[in-house]
């Protein structure tokens, strides 16, 4: 099976502009979660989605947004990019969710200017 | 605050030196417990998980690790490491008490450099 896929894989912003990242889970997962990785926070659970739904949300603000779509993919998007923003997007993909394995894809590297 | 706490921020070793890593939670509760690996420039892998059962699990190259919930912690095991193990270590929670799905909680990350 492939793996998790990200597009793009490295992205360069300006500030106040707006960002995409695209995620495609292995073949069969429903769902799809999204984390930050930055050298000073650490990774951080940014929210899941399970067919179609938010079931679960970390504590960002609202310029950071997400959903899925019918076929599992994701997208998430930050609105109002801030200099703090530049981090390595990583999306999972799992079954169902709960007591399941999550596995990551490479990640989207984003740097805001 | 509920969190994961990771011991040690670096750690050198050289090839056939044990490893143990540590790592503590803070929620109460049944909690999910997972040790992510991040290799230079490679995404984060699982190395093992902890849901139930044997406290004792194994995972791949390896590495094993030990759930004692008395001490809310799942430190992490390898008797020989190799200069392949150098990488990045992550422990990981699920509390599934606050219905955590997929809500991985990780640790800062132990920075590993093996020498030859």
């Known amino acids: 099976k492939a793996g998790v896929t990200q597009t793009p894989r490295y992205l360069i912003k300006t500030r106040g502009q707006q960002v995409t990242l695209s995620c495609s889970p292995i073949?069969?997962?429903?769902?799809v979660s999204w984390y930050q990785q930055t050298p000073g926070q650490g990774l951080q659970f940014l929210f899941e989605?399970?067919?179609?739904?938010?079931?679960n949300k970390g504590n960002f603000p609202g310029r950071f947004s997400g959903r899925q779509f019918s076929n599992s993919r994701s997208e998430m998007n930050v609105s109002t990019l801030e200099l703090g923003d530049s981090a390595l997007y990583l999306c999972?993909?799992?079954?169902?969710?709960?007591?399941?394995?999550?596995?990551f894809g490479p990640g989207t590297r984003l740097l805001v200017l | 605050a509920q969190s994961v706490s990771q011991h040690n921020h670096h750690v050198i070793l050289s090839e056939a030196a044990s490893l143990e890593l540590g790592c503590n939670y803070s929620?109460?509760?049944?909690?999910?417990l997972f040790w992510y690996v991040q290799y230079p420039g490679q995404h984060l892998q699982l190395l093992l998980k902890?849901?139930?059962?044997?406290?004792l699990v194994k995972g791949i190259k390896g590495f094993e690790a030990e759930f004692i919930k008395s001490k809310f912690s799942f430190n992490l095991r390898k008797p020989s490491v190799q200069w392949s193990d150098t990488a990045e270590y992550f422990c990981?929670?699920?509390?599934?008490?606050?219905?955590?799905?997929?809500?991985?909680?990780f640790g800062a990350g132990t920075r590993l450099a093996v020498h030859p």
């Open positions: 989605y399970f067919s179609e739904t938010q079931r």
């Open positions: 902890y849901f139930s059962g044997d406290p």
């Open positions: 929620y109460g509760g049944t909690v999910n």
């Open positions: 073949s069969g997962h429903r769902s």
């Open positions: 999972a993909s799992s079954l169902q969710g709960g007591e399941e394995t999550q596995y």
């Open positions: 990981a929670v699920i509390p599934m008490f606050s219905g955590g799905y997929n809500k991985l909680i």
